[in-house]
């Protein structure tokens, strides 16, 4: 047990700037996410770790309350049997107690023990918790970066290659949307002349008939 949780700690301790400056690695995202998805694997077996020592606790003491209460019964036997001077009883009874609190003391030891480790693996856990997030959002902030820069270059791609073109493309952009305008433009003149005519001709009808 005590092998996977040094693996773990060197694998979730593993500086994550050398994994990033890798000037041969070309998805540094990709990586990450690899590398992530490893240690939320390692962190999964040690939950499941820490729920068999639960188990392992709850039976310690389920056993631990058992032996107890058999010594407390037997010894309060022994005491019945001496008292009415029953030596046979009273020896069985003492054998029985001396068996049973030896058991109880160790199933309070182990109980103990394992209580201890289960502290100690909790703290583990809370930091391995707490490690994974902060990369998780070293992630997230990585992705913004690597956006950015991609926008960047692909706009650097694009003027630059405008800059080497007599005609570029926001130039032939800009051309064909004032094409689109004017055709759209010919179109609205086109559908209002006949309404405009009429107007004009209503208009000199009237001015007509009040010269009259």
Not at 71 to 83: D, F, G, V
Not at 132 to 139: A, F, I, Y
């Amino acid at each position: 047990m005590s092998n996977v949780f040094i693996r773990m700690k060197d694998s979730i301790s593993q500086d994550l700037h050398h994994l990033l400056d890798q000037k041969e690695e070309k998805n540094p995202i990709a990586a990450l996410n690899h590398y992530l998805r490893q240690s939320e694997q390692e962190k999964d077996k040690v939950k499941k770790l820490l729920e068999r020592q639960y188990q392992l606790k709850e039976k310690f003491t389920k056993e631990w309350c058992e032996a107890d209460d058999h010594a407390n019964k037997r010894k309060h036997q022994a005491n019945i049997a001496k008292t009415a001077n029953e030596q046979e009883l009273f020896e069985f009874a003492e054998r029985e107690y001396e068996e049973y609190a030896s058991r109880a003391a160790r199933l309070k030891a182990a109980r103990e023990e394992i209580t201890d480790q289960i502290y100690d693996l909790e703290a583990k856990y809370k930091e391995m918790s707490h490690k994974l997030k902060d990369m998780h959002l070293r992630r997230m902030e990585l992705m913004g970066r690597e956006n950015v820069a991609r926008a960047n270059q692909q706009m650097n791609d694009i003027l630059q290659e405008d800059a080497n073109k007599p005609s570029s493309r926001f130039n032939d952009l800009e051309k064909f949307i004032e094409g689109i305008e004017n055709k759209v433009n010919q179109r609205y003149y086109e559908s209002t002349f006949d309404q405009k005519i009429a107007a004009l001709e209503r208009k000199s009808e009237q001015e007509s008939a009040e010269s009259n």
